[in-house]
């Protein structure tokens, strides 16, 4: 027979305890917060700080454990408590519409920025007044997918843990490097120390994306500056960065989403870094 759900209510300490993770004041106290569904869960469950494990804590229903068995023994390898849960209690902890019958506690992850910059980044998304965490996840996963080795979310930025954020990121979050808070004009000046080249990505960019490839300019260590989706970088942001860039229109849409356009920059970065004569070979990863 299958194993009965041990947490049936709602108002069960350990369920209220999480389901304030969902509140940022909470989180920054407990230094804790939410990854919902499978593919965050399992990132958590293999993801380490300082050699300690980031999940603490998995709330599953009893048809998920079945469903992801493999996910809740390598919860237990981690050291997480698991706690088989009624429906009714995953979806007072859940964030979203239609949960999938997992919800992990995991540890903040954050890296200092001088961490970041002591590892040399050759790419870099530094988000700078982005508000929408849908918007910060998905940029933080494209990020990821581009072979970036950092992100740093200054201190005008959504909070990385926002349950929203976590989700978009679809487990990118738990990938690389991610310093939080930190001003734009420190993140700026540091990396510029490091000898990381700043472009600010901008519809409105003096710059064209399409020429500085074709002059050979991006092959260097770079740092892309996103920022927000209505209102774009300030006047101040644009001027700290060594060149402001726009993704060229082609065609008759009016622009490109925050994502999109931080996925076309950033692949372009990789591209030209692993061309013939770029910061990285070829045959590296």
């Given at each position: 027979m299958p194993?009965?759900?041990?947490?049936?209510?709602p108002?069960?300490?350990r369920?209220a305890?999480?389901?304030?993770l969902?509140r940022?004041?909470?989180?920054?106290k407990?230094?804790?917060?939410?990854?919902?569904?499978?593919?965050a869960?399992?990132?958590?469950?293999a993801?380490?700080?300082?050699?300690?494990?980031?999940?603490?804590?998995?709330?599953?229903?009893?048809e998920?454990?079945?469903?992801y068995?493999d996910?809740?023994?390598?919860?237990?390898?981690a050291?997480?408590?698991?706690?088989?849960?009624?429906?009714e209690?995953?979806?007072?902890i859940?964030t979203?519409?239609?949960?999938?019958?997992l919800?992990g506690?995991?540890?903040?992850?954050d890296?200092?920025?001088?961490e970041?910059?002591?590892a040399r980044p050759k790419?870099?998304?530094?988000?700078?007044?982005?508000?929408d965490?849908g918007?910060?996840?998905t940029v933080l996963?494209?990020a990821?997918?581009?072979?970036?080795?950092?992100?740093?979310?200054t201190?005008?930025?959504?909070?990385?843990y926002n349950?929203?954020?976590?989700?978009?990121?679809?487990g990118?979050?738990?990938?690389?490097?991610?310093?939080?808070?930190?001003?734009?004009?420190?993140?700026?000046?540091?990396?510029k120390?490091?000898?990381?080249r700043?472009?600010a990505?901008?519809?409105?960019?003096?710059?064209?994306l399409?020429?500085?490839?074709?002059k050979g300019?991006?092959?260097g260590p770079?740092?892309w500056?996103?920022?927000?989706?209505?209102?774009?970088l300030p006047?101040e942001?644009?001027?700290?960065?060594d060149?402001?860039?726009?993704?060229?229109?082609?065609?008759?849409a009016?622009s490109?989403?925050?994502a999109?356009?931080?996925?076309?920059?950033l692949?372009?970065?990789?591209r030209?870094?692993?061309a013939?004569g770029?910061c990285r070979?070829?045959?590296d990863s």
């Amino acid at each position: 027979m299958p194993a009965a759900p041990e947490l049936i209510s709602p108002r069960s300490p350990r369920v209220a305890a999480a389901r304030r993770l969902a509140r940022r004041n909470f989180r920054g106290k407990e230094r804790l917060f939410l990854a919902e569904g499978p593919q965050a869960v399992r990132e958590a469950a293999a993801h380490r700080v300082d050699g300690a494990a980031t999940l603490v804590e998995l709330f599953a229903t009893v048809e998920a454990a079945e469903r992801y068995a493999d996910i809740v023994v390598d919860a237990r390898a981690a050291g997480a408590r698991v706690h088989l849960a009624d429906e009714e209690v995953i979806a007072d902890i859940s964030t979203t519409v239609t949960p999938q019958g997992l919800v992990g506690i995991c540890r903040f992850l954050d890296t200092p920025f001088e961490e970041i910059l002591a590892a040399r980044p050759k790419l870099v998304a530094v988000l700078a007044h982005v508000r929408d965490p849908g918007n910060a996840g998905t940029v933080l996963r494209c990020a990821d997918a581009a072979g970036a080795e950092a992100v740093v979310l200054t201190d005008a930025s959504v909070d990385l843990y926002n349950p929203k954020a976590v989700r978009a990121s679809v487990g990118s979050l738990f990938h690389l490097p991610v310093a939080v808070g930190v001003p734009v004009e420190a993140a700026v000046r540091g990396l510029k120390d490091a000898g990381v080249r700043i472009l600010a990505a901008d519809g409105a960019g003096e710059d064209d994306l399409d020429d500085e490839l074709d002059k050979g300019t991006m092959g260097g260590p770079t740092a892309w500056v996103f920022g927000n989706e209505a209102w774009g970088l300030p006047e101040e942001t644009r001027a700290l960065a060594d060149a402001v860039v726009r993704v060229p229109i082609h065609g008759k849409a009016e622009s490109l989403n925050l994502a999109t356009a931080a996925a076309v920059c950033l692949y372009a970065s990789a591209r030209a870094q692993r061309a013939s004569g770029g910061c990285r070979s070829v045959t590296d990863s």
